[in-house]
Every structure is written in structure tokens, then in C-alpha cells.
């Protein structure tokens, strides 16, 4: 008796539990767009193959990479040309792998490195208003004699951030398989995963064309799934996610207003956030208003799933 009891009142407690939600009840999804994991392509040291055999297929399937440059040696000076017209791409997004790749002594050494490289980049994109956020990765095989706290400055006084520890073929994965798993893994956890890349075809540190071309297959596959974004923009989003708070200012069946702030520096952080909001039952679409940006959100189940920008006005949901 108690047995055939206790999985109805489950039934009766879930259907409480999902009438209770009010109207107006926000969420800051975990990734853009509602996906389920996010994924990084990163590729170091402006590897003369990487113009040869990466940008073309990525402006091809339209999936974003992160290439950290090294604009002050002579590989750089060589292929200078080919660098400026990829970084017109929108799926090409430059960021700093230090001016000459050599390292540093001290931390006096930093700066330069830093700097030097920023001035370059930035001249790829006059129309954007600076400074903004660039990824950095630290180049490896090289000395690096600095502290965490004084790199942390470092980084800061340079408006960049600082990606994961590296982790690519045919270093940390020695075959195609295993270099694809990390799709999988991703996925499994929703979490994000990401692969750095050097030479792909050629150069050094090699990874061969067939795996690189695989990986794209298998991102593409996934990509209902997965978030494909560059290094700056899953920083912005997960530091914007993780401080976010969204309050409702006002909610009746007419409309809907919410404030969403956060805890990071709008001038820097302005990665549109995705939110999900429980909408009155008799709403079958609603615009989305914040600001001078107007648009339409489906609604599915009761919820509305839509971006809006952490600080800026107030999110006006109407029918």
C-alpha cells in the first residue's frame, strides 16, 4: 500500500514544484544558445601551414579558431601579408603569443613582450574601439621567469586573458583517435574542451591534415550541441555567467521586466548572456526588448530562451 503510494505523491510533488515557478523566474544558462558544452580551436606560433590548411577549411564549415601570433620574428615579417587578410575573417580571431617568442628573465621582460605584440594586433581591426580583450598564450620551450601575481598584472595592464593550460597533438595526443575523444569528453561532461594546434600539414610540431580535417567533421556533427567560440568570448561568458544576478522588476500578463547585472567590467565583458524566463501560459512568442535591441523569442514549454547583455537596461519581455 505504502509501496504503490509513494510513486504518486513523486508525480504530485514534481507537478507542484513546476506550477510553483512564477512568471518572470529567470535562468543564465550554463552556455550560449542553451548548447550543451562549449568547444576552443587555438593554434600557436603563426605557423605558416596554419594559413595554408586551417583558415581556409574553418572560413569553409564557418567554425571559429583562436590564433595565438608571434608578430616580431621572422616567420611573422614572411607571411605578414597573408596574417592581415585572414584576420579580416570573422571565423579568425588573432590573439597574443608574445611579440618574439623567446621568454622572459625577469619580469621587467614582460611588458615588451606583451605590449609590442598588443600594438600589432590591434592594428589587424582599426574599427574596433579599444582596448578590448584578446586571449594570451604563454610560449612554451622558452624561459618564463615571473611571477603568478606579477603576470596577473601583466595581463591585466594589457587587457588579456589568459587560456587554459595547453593541451594538443601531437604532445598530449599521439593519434587521430585519441585527439577526437576530446569531442566526446566534452560533450559527456558539458563541460568545455578545447585542442591547440602548432603546424598542421607542415611547419613543426605536426599534426597531420587528416586528423585536423577529422576533428572539423566530428565538430560539425555536434554542432546543435556545441558552443564553437573563440578563447576572449568563453571568458567573457563564463566570468559574466558566473556573477550574473537577475532580478524581476515588474511581471503581470502584459509584460515582463528584469535587471540583469554582474560583477565585470562592462567595457571589457560584453558577451550577450543566454537567458531562459518562464513567460504566462498563453504566450505562444514574445519580443525581446533591451535597449535599441528588438527581437523575437520562441517559447517552448512555457519559457522563453533568449540574449541579453549583463548591465545594460532592462530586459522588457512583451506577447
Same mark, same amino acid.
Given at each position: 500500500?505504502?509501496?504503490?503510494?509513494?510513486?504518486?505523491?513523486a508525480?504530485?510533488?514534481?507537478?507542484?514544484?513546476a506550477?510553483s515557478?512564477?512568471?518572470g523566474?529567470?535562468?543564465?544558462?550554463?552556455?550560449?544558445?542553451?548548447?550543451?558544452?562549449c568547444?576552443?580551436?587555438?593554434?600557436?606560433?603563426?605557423?605558416p601551414?596554419q594559413?595554408?590548411?586551417?583558415v581556409p577549411?574553418?572560413e569553409?564549415?564557418?567554425?571559429?579558431?583562436?590564433f595565438?601570433?608571434?608578430?616580431?620574428?621572422?616567420?611573422?615579417?614572411g607571411?605578414?601579408?597573408k596574417?592581415?587578410e585572414?584576420?579580416?575573417? @570573422?571565423?579568425?580571431?588573432?590573439?597574443?603569443?608574445?611579440f618574439?617568442h623567446?621568454?622572459?628573465?625577469?619580469?621587467?621582460g614582460?611588458e615588451p613582450?606583451?605590449?609590442k605584440?598588443?600594438?600589432?594586433?590591434?592594428a589587424?581591426?582599426p574599427?574596433?574601439?579599444? =582596448?578590448?580583450?584578446m586571449?594570451?598564450?604563454? =610560449?612554451g620551450?622558452? =624561459?618564463?621567469?615571473?611571477s603568478?601575481?606579477?603576470?596577473?598584472?601583466?595581463?591585466?595592464?594589457?587587457h588579456l586573458?589568459e587560456? =587554459?593550460?595547453?593541451?594538443?597533438?601531437?604532445?598530449?595526443?599521439?593519434?587521430?583517435?585519441a585527439?577526437?575523444?576530446?569531442?566526446?569528453?566534452?560533450?559527456?561532461?558539458?563541460?568545455?574542451?578545447?585542442?591547440?594546434?602548432h603546424?598542421v600539414g607542415?611547419?613543426?610540431?605536426v599534426?597531420?591534415?587528416?586528423w585536423?580535417?577529422?576533428?572539423?567533421?566530428?565538430?560539425?556533427?555536434h554542432?546543435d550541441?556545441?558552443?564553437?567560440?573563440?578563447?576572449?568570448?568563453?571568458k567573457?561568458?563564463?566570468?559574466e555567467?558566473?556573477?550574473?544576478e537577475?532580478?524581476?522588476?515588474?511581471?503581470?500578463?502584459?509584460?515582463?521586466?528584469?535587471?540583469l547585472?554582474?560583477?565585470?567590467? @562592462?567595457?571589457?565583458?560584453?558577451e550577450?548572456?543566454?537567458?531562459?524566463?518562464k513567460? @504566462?501560459g498563453?504566450?505562444k512568442?514574445c519580443?525581446?526588448?533591451?535597449g535599441?535591441?528588438?527581437?523575437?523569442?520562441?517559447?517552448?514549454?512555457?519559457?522563453?530562451?533568449?540574449?541579453?547583455?549583463?548591465?545594460?537596461?532592462?530586459i522588457?519581455?512583451?506577447p
Open positions: 500500500m505504502i509501496r504503490c503510494f509513494l510513486p504518486i505523491l508525480l504530485l510533488l514534481a507537478s507542484s514544484i506550477a515557478a512564477a512568471d523566474e529567470t535562468q543564465v544558462l550554463k552556455w550560449k544558445d542553451g548548447k550543451k558544452a568547444f576552443l580551436l587555438g593554434f600557436d606560433d603563426s605557423a601551414s594559413l595554408k590548411n586551417v577549411e574553418l569553409k564549415r564557418k567554425i571559429v579558431g583562436t595565438y601570433l608571434v608578430t616580431g620574428n621572422g616567420v611573422w615579417a607571411t605578414k601579408a596574417w592581415e585572414a584576420a579580416k575573417s @570573422p571565423y579568425i580571431v588573432v590573439a597574443n603569443h608574445t618574439t623567446k621568454g622572459v628573465e625577469n619580469a621587467e614582460v613582450e606583451l605590449a605584440c598588443n600594438e600589432v594586433l590591434y589587424l581591426h574599427e574596433r574601439k579599444q =582596448p578590448y580583450l586571449a594570451w598564450g604563454k =610560449p620551450g622558452v =624561459p618564463w621567469i615571473v603568478k601575481d606579477e603576470m596577473k598584472a601583466a595581463l591585466e595592464r594589457n586573458i587560456r =587554459p593550460p595547453f593541451a594538443g597533438p601531437p604532445i598530449n595526443y599521439k593519434t587521430q583517435e585527439t577526437l575523444a576530446v569531442v566526446d569528453q566534452a560533450l559527456a561532461k558539458g563541460e568545455m574542451g578545447y585542442l591547440v594546434f603546424g607542415g611547419d613543426w610540431l599534426t597531420p591534415v587528416e585536423f580535417t577529422a576533428l572539423l567533421d566530428k565538430l560539425e556533427q554542432r550541441e556545441l558552443w564553437i567560440t573563440d578563447c576572449a568570448s568563453w567573457k561568458y563564463t566570468s555567467r558566473d556573477t550574473a537577475v532580478k524581476v522588476v515588474e511581471s503581470n500578463k502584459n509584460h515582463i521586466r528584469l535587471s547585472t554582474d560583477k565585470m567590467d @562592462p567595457a571589457l565583458y560584453d550577450p548572456l543566454t537567458l531562459s524566463t513567460v @504566462p498563453n504566450w512568442s519580443s525581446v526588448t533591451q535599441q535591441t528588438k527581437t523575437t523569442a520562441a517559447i517552448h514549454d512555457g519559457v522563453a530562451q533568449y540574449a541579453a547583455v549583463p548591465g545594460a537596461s532592462d522588457v519581455l512583451q
